[in-house]
């Protein structure tokens, strides 16, 4: 499996190097595209002279996933600007009202998207736009291939195509898009196909950990996934065992930021077992080393973590503290649904603590979030937690109307769990 993963890092690494493709379709299944994502964001760090955005938002509908593309764009180059400003360097221009809307087909709006990257680079000799359409969650297949098929070059490459190279994914159980690859004659447009299926990837990440012959570092590496799969399957000693054998090892090496993510998954084994005030304090240990790394991936999860936790130990003032922290580290990473998440949580503290006024208006902010981003699930909670409120205070008028918007959600979300479940869920 080392072997594979190797594969697939060094595919990706050649793609954005070379010149003559600009796009990459990857065969994989849903669970798979997570390990294709975490190798696509590993490419910023080599390649600071490119721009790397991934898009992994839900793709219920080609408008709808665009909403959240742009909006991702939109957070990320407000959060530019501050940093541009301290090199010197002007701010990014706005992102246009016109990708916003949706009077325009899903096809134009994706190309006048790319066309507004492609604004942004310093110049189109030296730098790349790299773009990863990677929706985690496909319920709308067709739309998503008839989408990518409207920038897929045939037998040439369009010159605006030049300073962007995109990778896309087909689900290697249908091979759909590589058939309708096949059946329109595409020539431009690369293809590789990669298998982690759960067994092999097991049976290899034991076999890597235990050979002598690896570098020390990668074994590690192979070892903390190990970890990972022990805590999913509850096997939280052998979990527990295996993160104190990684947080040593990365200690005497001076990586903050790896000790941060083995102390997240101790905090999450303690809290798996009900030990809510040890998670706490392992979370706690976290944050304070990736804040040092200014690690800004683990550090979100672990701010997502003991917020829970703080919730659940009723630390409420805690909890506000870090979800409103959280919520700036997730508009910063461009997790609109961790955005989310943290937004319904920082009110759920709010509220506990009695300060309904600062609830219910962080609540209304959590809302009109989730409906940007037709997060149905977080949506329709927090509608049930200002239910709540409205008809304790007897706020007839208001509970009406949040009530009627419960239903309308209710009823969306119901529609994207059938359309999934008939698109088989992935692309």
Known sequence: MRRKFEDLRENLEEFVQQ???????????????????????????????????FFPQPFDSPHGYLDGVVESIRLQ??????????????????????????????????????????????????????????????????????LLGSIMPVAEIPPWMGALRIVAYDDRRHHALFDAMRANRVEKVLTFEVDFSTPALTDSLTRDAADPSLPTMERMACLLQLAALDYAYKRYEDAVEKYGVLYTYYESEKLPAMQALCLLGVGDVMRAVGNLRTAKEQYQRGIALAMEAKALPPLLNLLLSVVDCSLELQHFTDAESYA??????????????????????????LVAQKKLAEGIATYRKARELCKTYEY????????????????????????REVEDELRGVRELERRGATAAHAHGGGA
């Open 324 to 349: 409103e922290s959280g919520t700036k580290v997730a508009a910063a990473l461009m997790n609109p649904y961790a955005y989310c998440d943290l937004h319904e949580k920082w009110g759920m503290a």
């Open 19 to 53: 010149d003559a493709y600009p796009m990459l379709v990857v065969g994989c299944t849903p669970d798979e595209l997570a390990y294709v994502l975490t190798f696509f964001k590993g490419l910023a760090e080599p390649h600071p002279e490119h721009f790397f955005l």
């Open 376 to 399: 149905f699930h977080r949506w329709a909670s927090v509608l049930e937690r200002m239910a709540g409120l409205f008809r304790e205070a007897r706020m007839s008028k208001e509970l």
């Open 77 to 146: 180059v407000e959060a530019a600007g501050p940093l541009r400003a301290e090199r010197g360097e002007p701010p990014f221009p706005p992102v246009p009202p016109e990708l916003f809307e949706h009077r325009a087909s899903a096809e134009k709006r994706l190309f006048a998207t790319l066309m507004y990257l492609r604004s942004l680079l310093p110049n189109e000799e030296d730098h790349r736009v790299v773009v990863g359409l990677l929706p985690l969650e496909c319920a709308d297949r067709e739309g998503y291939i008839r």
